[in-house]
Nanobody, 114 residues
Framework: QVQLVESGGGLVQPGGSLRLSCAASGFTFSEFVISWYRQGPGKGRELVAFITGTGDSSSYADSVKDRFTIARDNAKKLVYLQMNNLKPEDTAVYYC???????WGKGTLVTVSS
């Protein structure tokens, strides 16, 4: 059974940092692209970043480029999203997804506010 469990969200001040984690199970982790999405208040869900199975390639939304970094540890079946210089507009529920299997985690809430 595929499972994705996000953690690491919370309240942070503008300019601060957070690291989100996505713990995966139930599939051959290293064979799949993993993505982070987010959904802000009153907004649709948007792709934030994704990383290939080997971790040698990644891509970012323009809104987070140069501030967020996606990484993965295939031995631990974890995907990370390091978020730096956070802005109020980054406030959202963040989800990880295995697109090829159409599975989503339940999300973790990030609130950026002073």
């Amino acid at each position: 059974q595929v499972q994705l469990v996000e953690s690491g969200g919370g309240l942070v001040q503008p300019g601060g940092s957070l690291r989100l984690s996505c713990a995966a199970s139930g599939f051959t982790f290293s064979e799949f692209v993993i993505s982070w999405y987010r959904q802000g208040p009153g907004k649709g869900r948007e792709l934030v970043a994704f990383i290939t199975g080997t971790g040698d390639s990644s891509s970012y939304a323009d809104s987070v480029k140069d501030r967020f970094t996606i990484a993965r540890d295939n031995a631990k079946k974890l995907v990370y999203l390091q978020m730096n210089n956070l802005k109020p507009e980054d406030t959202a529920v963040y989800y990880c997804r295995v697109s090829a299997l159409n599975y989503w985690g339940k999300g973790t809430l990030v609130t950026v506010s002073s």
